[in-house]
């Protein structure tokens, strides 16, 4: 047979799933490591969605997405930081924040544009800039540093090439929030270059030590970057696959474009799914985020009271320890910790190699769990 995509067979499974595959085969297993939130959507968010399918809306919707929809997620960021987008064309509803990353490369990038990456990183970033036929260029961070990006390191990757700068703010694996200050270097920077930015902020509600900045407001910032966001994370509705993309109009009417061919919209009860978790579920929210703060307390003064050093996650639901005290590598140690304890943490590596020397562990499930993971970890670390 004739050879299948080159790009596509070259990338590799997902290095989160690996571990989670035999944990499911596995007997009394505390998982830690895939990014979902244990709440059930809202019940005012699932009763939306029951009245859509009741009285019948299961039709397509336009392809950018309902207008109430749009509306509502552009005087949501106008409020909560001060952005500024037009609903009629310069937001559009996506299939979740994954469709929107891959809407946002395909119309920013050529074939052989170069994308710097900090990382660690979400493990979806590289594969889908290559798939948008880009080529990522990843550049260290460091948990000495709380994994700030530094906008010089940044700049030393920076060739002729470089298109864009894709980074996530809260941060999965590591939790880091970007400081202002970070963000406004890296804006610098791009203006100096002539730069794109895309800016992941799906977790933009989950911040627990400082203020989250949507980089879109940004002095220098709004004509050149790409906002994504949605409502898995924060609002528990990672099924119902809604996300949005706030970019200027040159840029959303070509993700349009492209999604009116690939997707053609989201899912019409979803959408008007998040219409009332915009409208009426902020509380729900701010419970679901206090409960996610405790848990992080609990448990990063845990990782630390057994012997693994933790920088402070700022964000998100995950805690990113350091692991070399333990004399293993990631892979090794996560393996070793999923057979003899039962408790499964993703290898920092395959984030980036940053990661080397790390494990992700996701606080998003219930707090005994949390405790008795604490438990666990440390025998092993005692037997070691």
């Known amino acids: 047979m004739r050879p299948l995509n080159a790009t596509i067979a070259a990338c590799p499974p997902s290095g989160i799933r690996k571990f989670f595959d035999i944990a499911a085969e596995m007997d009394d297993v505390i998982s830690l490591g895939v990014g979902e939130p244990d709440f059930v959507t809202p019940w005012r968010v699932r009763e939306a969605g029951i009245y859509a399918l009741e009285h019948g809306y299961t039709t397509y919707t336009s392809n950018a997405g309902l207008p109430r929809l749009r509306e509502l997620i552009c005087a949501d960021l106008a409020a909560r930081y001060g952005a500024d987008y037009d609903p009629g064309d310069e937001c559009l509803i996506t299939t979740g924040v994954s469709e929107g990353l891959d809407l946002a490369l395909r119309v920013l990038l050529n074939a052989?544009?170069?994308?710097?990456?900090?990382?660690?990183?979400?493990v979806a970033y590289e594969p889908c800039v290559r798939f948008a036929g880009g080529v990522p260029?990843?550049?260290?961070?460091r948990g000495e540093d709380g994994f700030a990006v530094d906008a010089e390191v940044v700049r030393a990757a920076v060739t002729p090439r470089t298109k864009a700068v894709l980074l996530g703010s809260p941060a999965n694996?590591?939790?880091?929030?970007?400081?202002?200050?970070?963000?406004e270097a890296l804006v610098r920077l791009a203006e100096e270059h002539d730069l794109y930015l895309v800016s992941d902020e799906i977790y933009d509600r989950l911040t627990y030590t400082g203020a989250h900045t949507c980089l879109g407001t940004l002095p220098g910032a709004r004509e050149r970057t790409?906002?994504?966001g949605g409502f898995s994370k924060a609002h528990a509705m990672t099924g119902w696959r809604v996300g949005w993309i706030c970019a200027p109009a040159a840029v959303a009417e070509l993700c349009v474009r492209v999604h009116q061919y690939t997707m053609l919209c989201a899912p019409h009860v979803s959408q008007l799914a998040a219409v009332e978790a915009l409208e009426h579920a902020d509380a729900d929210v701010a419970g679901m985020v206090a409960d996610y703060d405790r848990r992080r307390r609990v448990f990063v003064k845990g990782l630390r009271e057994i012997g693994l050093d933790c920088p402070e996650p700022g964000g998100a639901f995950y805690a990113f320890p350091s692991i070399r005290s333990s004399g293993l590598d990631s892979a090794t140690f996560a393996e070793r910790l999923l057979h003899e304890e039962h408790v499964a943490v993703v290898p920092g590596d395959v984030f980036g190699p940053s990661g080397q020397g790390h494990v992700r562990c996701s606080y998003a499930t219930a707090l005994p769990k949390l405790e008795e993971a604490l438990v666990r970890m440390d025998r092993f670390l005692r037997r070691l």
Do not use: F, M, N
């Open 112 to 122: 052989g544009d170069e994308v710097i990456v900090p990382e660690p990183c979400y």
């Open 137 to 141: 260029v990843p550049v260290p961070t």
């Open 173 to 183: 694996p590591t939790g880091a929030v970007q400081p202002r200050a970070v963000l």
């Open 226 to 228: 790409v906002v994504l």
